[in-house]
Antibody, heavy 124, light 107 residues
């Protein structure tokens, strides 16, 4: 059974960096058949996909255009986890953030496991 | 980017009723569509993928259909535990995008 455990601060000041980590159990961040994603949810934006990291003989990333200039998603193979870094945050980045697993090949693109969610508030 | 539009945005039905939710894609996506259920205060849960394939453990009263641009999620007999918001999501190509949600309540 795959489990995703999120950690990170719930309050970030404007212009600073939002950082969250997702620890994986029951699967590997280096798996060749899945991808690891971050999604956020807010009343104004609904469910919004932010980006993903995955390993296919080498590491790849995809990011949503809306955050592409500010986001980094990194795998950490030593701890079997992946992280989200979102720079220069504003109050519009206030949301519940989820880490998710993208279903195994060949069924790319939908999400079969979700972390517990982290409410991140951007406020001074 | 392809937009996903759900209707209605909310509905109220009686226990035992058949409930239908529609999701429309702005361009064809074959059958690359998933449905999620999010109960109040909880994490979204995968119900259906490939437009009509039930995820393991999901009750058989849930069903999905459609292909191309028009899709449907059906609850054949609404139960009190089905109170939730339902989202569709397309995954034919990145970026993955979601519908705005349909809130289902008991009358």
């Amino acid at each position: 059974q795959v489990q995703l455990q999120q950690s990170g601060p719930g309050l970030v000041k404007p212009s600073q960096t939002l950082s969250l980590t997702c620890a994986i159990s029951g699967d590997s961040v280096s798996s060749n058949s899945v991808a690891w994603n971050w999604i956020r949810q807010s009343p104004s934006r609904g469910l919004e996909w932010l980006g993903r990291t995955f390993y296919r003989s080498k590491w790849y990333n995809d990011y949503a255009v809306s955050v592409k200039s500010r986001i980094i998603i990194n795998p950490d193979t030593s701890k079997n986890q992946f992280s989200l870094q979102l720079n220069s945050v504003t109050p519009e980045d206030t949301a519940v953030y989820y880490c998710t697993r993208e279903a195994p090949a060949p069924n790319w693109g939908y999400f079969d496991y979700w972390g517990q969610g982290t409410l991140v508030t951007v406020s001074s | 980017d392809i937009q996903m539009t759900q209707s209605p945005s909310s509905l109220s039905a009686s226990v035992g009723d058949r409930v239908t939710i529609t999701c429309r894609a702005s361009q064809g996506i074959n059958n690359y569509l998933a449905w999620y259920q999010q109960k109040p205060g909880k994490v979204p849960k995968l119900l259906i993928y490939a437009a009509s394939t039930l995820q393991s453990g999901v009750p058989s009263r849930f069903g999905g259909s459609g292909s191309g641009t028009d899709f449907t999620l059906t609850i054949s007999s609404l139960q009190p535990e089905d109170v939730a918001t339902y989202y569709c999501q397309k995954y034919n190509s990145a970026p993955w995008t979601f519908g705005q949600g349909t809130k289902v309540e008991i009358k």
